[in-house]
């Protein structure tokens, strides 16, 4: 570490849970963020802003100005962009000694493992559940820890699924998937703009802590939060043996 890294993390440095080792263990870390919204603005900013040493951002959208509310990563002059290349302009611009990877894409089943495959570990801050159910799988087929957070309206929740160490994976805790009416998103239902912020800083505070061994992360637990009244809860979940996806009777992968 140069004279401009022990600086630039001096206050990392000296805590106990992270100090040298945590720093380099931040520095060697692969983490993809799926998503570049609202979630993943906090998250990849934080994550940046802490040395992580690769990021990658898989995301096939445009910056459009009803994200700016809530998607701290842009800027009015974003707007027409593509989330990607102003993701990555945001965090070298906050943090060049970080390597940031993107990927305008949008996960599907035939990219999944591929751009799944080339990390450590997977946050998930996407909009639809096709989506995470995919990205469950693929993360329980490939032993890659999950960071998984969701917000509506004025509610947040988030875990970590590590279904290879023990603890359940997304599916063992959501194994139906919701009506569409109750899957709305937030274009359809709304969502207050601070909201996001205070779940995807949450999954960077999850991922710093998964990366550097500092204290329990959420795996086995589900981080529920209520904006309106001011109100937190965490409940404990279990893997469950019939899981469809992760469980013994799960086809074989
Ligand atoms: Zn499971």
């Known amino acids: 570490m140069n004279d401009t890294d022990l600086e630039r993390y001096a206050r990392h440095l000296i805590l106990r849970e992270i100090g040298g080792p945590g720093q380099a263990k931040l520095r060697k870390a692969r983490v993809l963020s799926i998503g570049a919204g609202g979630l993943g603005s906090p998250l990849l900013l934080y994550l940046a802003a802490a040395g992580v040493g690769t990021l990658g951002i898989a995301d096939d959208d445009a910056v459009s100005l009803s994200n700016l509310q809530r998607q701290v990563l842009f800027k009015t002059q974003s707007v027409g962009g593509t989330k990607v290349d102003a993701a990555k302009n945001a965090l070298v611009a906050l943090n060049d000694g970080v390597s940031v990877e993107t990927h305008a894409r949008r996960i599907d089943s035939g990219n999944a493992e591929e751009i799944l495959g080339g990390y450590d570990l997977v946050c998930d801050g996407s909009d639809n559940f096709d989506t995470r159910y995919l990205i469950n799988q693929t993360c329980v087929r490939l032993g890659l820890p999950l960071v998984a957070g969701a917000i509506g309206q004025w509610d947040g929740q988030l875990s970590v699924y590590a279904p290879h160490q023990g603890a359940p994976c997304y599916a063992c805790v959501f194994p139906e998937r919701p009506e569409a009416d109750a899957a709305a998103t937030c274009a359809e239902a709304g969502v207050v703009g601070a909201l996001p912020g205070i779940v995807g800083s949450m999954m960077a505070m999850e991922v710093i802590k998964h990366i550097t061994g500092a ?14 009244y001011a109100e937190a809860r965490t409940l404990k979940i279990a893997k469950r043996d019939d899981c469809g996806v992760c469980g013994q009777t799960a086809p074989a992968i």
């Open 215 to 228: 204290g329990e992360t959420l795996s086995g637990r589900l981080w529920l939060y209520d904006a309106l």
